[in-house]
């Protein structure tokens, strides 16, 4: 490594900023006690620098893709979240909405392989998560249709896919959302074992698995 990349390696990107509220972006996640632990602001390990990094570019290729995008089209883009009616711990910010789709519009970057992987299988196989993030942003906003616009980070190709809006779906994010919030005591791991997958790469392995 050289003296630059040397010093490179040491600046610190910011921390993530912590969230008090439940996020459309996590509500999909697949550990509930992590989104718990998120929501009540426990304390947790920072992600690497490398890792924050990572983070960084992807907001930097996000605004990129933005501005590609309005060359054919119209964005608007909003700073504030939306927020659910009855809860409004309950929130999440998109990306953008497209009106001359009314459609919501939501961006991801992604590896070559990845990319594939959403061409091949659609966004519910590809990504439970993201698709739960898509149908919390279409039952917050009022807007029922979303464009997940995928971008791969290897040869610079565009992927779209239009998702419509599930509202039994919605529901059960609904449901899983309140529980948590109403809930005193830590919900289960989603594993036993500190070196599965989902724990080995969570901020809060040190304080789950004790």
Known sequence: MGKLATLLEGVESPFEAKRNYIGASNIGHPCVRKI?????????EELPSRTRRIFD???????????????????ETREEAYCHHEYPWFKGHID????????LL???TANHASFQKLQNHGLRKW??????????????????ECCLLAFDKNSAHFHDEWVGFD?????????????IHDSETMPPRVSSNALFYLCKMCNYREVCHV
């Open 106 to 108: 939501e961006i991801k």
């Open 127 to 144: 990504n439970e998560q993201y698709y739960s993030q898509a149908q919390s942003y279409m039952g917050l906003s009022g807007v029922h």
């Open 96 to 103: 953008g909405y497209l009106p001359l789709y009314d459609a």
């Open 36 to 44: 718990w632990y998120d929501f009540h602001d426990i304390e947790r």
């Open 167 to 179: 509202e039994i779906y919605y529901e059960h994010l609904l449901i899983k959302a309140k529980a």
């Open 57 to 75: 570019v992807g907001h930097i290729l996000e605004a990129y893709i933005i501005e590609k995008v309005r060359e054919v089209t119209e964005v």
